[in-house]
């Protein structure tokens, strides 16, 4: 996939920013370049978080952080608008802030929809609790005292209060019924209250598909609530299909020590604390988002996968063509071993073991540079994750190389992964002297313009 265009009218300190980028451009690497505080990360996570997220419900609640304090002044805001080529097709999402209603219809129907199924699934978890209760009371109606085959059937009911009768000494079979009766009259209780939720359901469904075709005859998607009063919409001609596929093909690379805007305010409130652990939160994120990733060092575990891959991908050829060339392995150690000076990279016959040499000497991982780790982590994670025909948005990539590795990592990248589009925030005049001054897009300098006018 391609972005060809990204356009925000005011986000955070984002404003009236329009970005083109062309498709032609050799290599497809575009530094993004502004004072600090300019809105470079801004930039970044607004981009990864609507594209990765919105198109997935269980990514919804890292909207909502990010556009939890999203000003209430217009009734509807295009908040970003993004152009993307993918699969040779031109595709436009619009991203839309808007009021809870639309064509005179609630947006809530989506909440009380989901509300109400909920509860159906609570209900249906009641009758089944019910039913098996009933079978135990027709069960102890034909017994004439506790048996094992009984109490073993009591103890799968997992009520509190039989388990509780069970550790009483002596109970009788009739004060077994007992709780049982109490307990099926409870349910019974329930269930009768319940009985109203699937006309309820098919109502609200109805209200839902019908505000579902208004929005469908304008193009339009429900993404998510992120308060009580407002949605985000997203305007395009893409199908869903196609929109998770673009979603997937999103990443966004940053330091740990960033400020992520698609965590909650508490859990951004970690990085300042000095009890509490920042890395915590974001390692959660990470489980949740699979395409974010922190420039932490691969472990050796990844390394090893690589080569596994790398293996199957030759051995696989060999099966194929009936040649073993073993290009992939070959690759993968010219890699590795061209950007750790004077030392190489492999992994033992078994694969179980990487192995880091300085001339004779074997090293260990952490004997390894901060830069090195770095470039490491980073090739590990375009390889391991196989990122490619993707957007790969980074933050701050030179911290830690050195002026020539971030002159030189340009090319790298460009090598180990051809067919992506990278978009790279950065402070590096290195980095951006290894492309054309027409790769490199600008954010607004603000701040200049702000202390010429005091
Ligand atoms: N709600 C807001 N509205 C406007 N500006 C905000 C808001 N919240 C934060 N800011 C400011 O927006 C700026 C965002 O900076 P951001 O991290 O995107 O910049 P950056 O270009 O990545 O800077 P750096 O190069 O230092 O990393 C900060 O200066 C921050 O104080
Ligand atoms: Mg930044």
């Given at each position: ?160 209060e039989l388990?509780?009768m ?9 004060d077994y019924k007992s709780v049982v009766r109490d307990l ?271």
């Amino acid at each position: 996939m391609f972005l060809k265009r990204i356009q925000i009218e005011k986000f955070r300190v984002l404003e009236n920013v329009y970005f083109e980028f062309k498709q032609k451009f050799t290599p497809t690497l575009f530094p993004l370049g502004s004072l600090n505080g300019g809105g470079k990360s801004t930039l970044l996570q607004l981009v990864f978080t609507l594209l990765h997220c919105s198109f997935y419900k269980e990514r919804h609640q890292y909207l909502v952080n990010l556009l939890a304090n999203f000003p209430a002044d217009a009734e509807i805001t295009t908040l970003a608008q993004f152009d993307i080529n993918h699969n040779d097709e031109d595709f436009c999402l619009e991203f839309i802030v808007s009021a809870n209603h639309y064509d005179g219809q609630d947006f809530n129907v989506f909440l009380d929809v989901d509300e109400i199924e909920e509860k159906l699934e609570e209900h249906k978890k009641w009758q089944a609790e019910y039913s098996s209760l009933l079978e135990l009371e027709k069960d102890m109606s034909s017994s004439k005292r506790v048996t094992p085959l009984l109490e073993t059937q009591i103890r799968r009911q997992h009520h509190r209060e039989l388990s509780m009768m069970t550790r009483v000494q002596n109970a009788t079979l009739d004060d077994y019924k007992s709780v049982v009766r109490d307990l099926l009259n409870s349910y019974e209780e329930k269930i009768n209250n319940n009985s109203s939720l699937d006309s309820l359901l098919e109502t609200e469904k109805h209200k839902k598909s019908q505000l579902l075709e208004s929005l469908k005859r304008n193009g339009m998607l429900y993404i998510t609530h992120f308060d009580n009063d407002r949605v985000l919409l997203c305007k395009t001609t893409a199908d869903i299909d196609i929109l998770t596929q673009i979603s997937n093909r999103v990443y966004l690379a940053a330091p740990s020590t960033q400020v992520f805007l698609f965590l909650s305010d508490e859990q951004k409130q970690h990085i300042f604390s000095i009890e509490s652990d920042y890395s915590e939160c974001i390692s959660e994120a990470k489980t949740d988002l699979e395409n974010f990733f922190t420039y932490d060092f691969a472990s050796s575990g990844l390394i090893i996968k690589a080569f596994e891959k790398a293996r199957d991908k030759d051995f696989e050829n060999a099966l194929e063509f009936e040649d073993y060339d073993g290009k992939h392995l070959k690759k993968l150690k010219n890699e590795l071993n061209s950007f750790l000076y004077e030392k190489t990279i492999t992994v033992d016959k078994k694969l179980s073991k990487v192995i880091f040499k300085m001339g004779n000497a074997e090293l260990l991982p952490e004997d390894l540079s901060h830069g090195e780790l770095k470039k490491l982590s980073i090739y590990i994670w375009l390889k391991y994750h196989a990122i490619d025909d993707a957007l790969v948005l980074m933050d701050e990539i030179e911290i830690a190389l050195h002026p020539d590795w971030q002159y030189e990592i340009v090319h790298e990248l460009q090598e180990w992964s051809k067919n992506n589009q990278f978009i790279l925030a950065t402070h590096s005049y290195g980095l951006c002297e290894a492309l054309t001054p027409s790769h490199v897009i600008e954010l607004e300098p603000k701040l200049i313009k702000e202390s010429i006018r005091v």
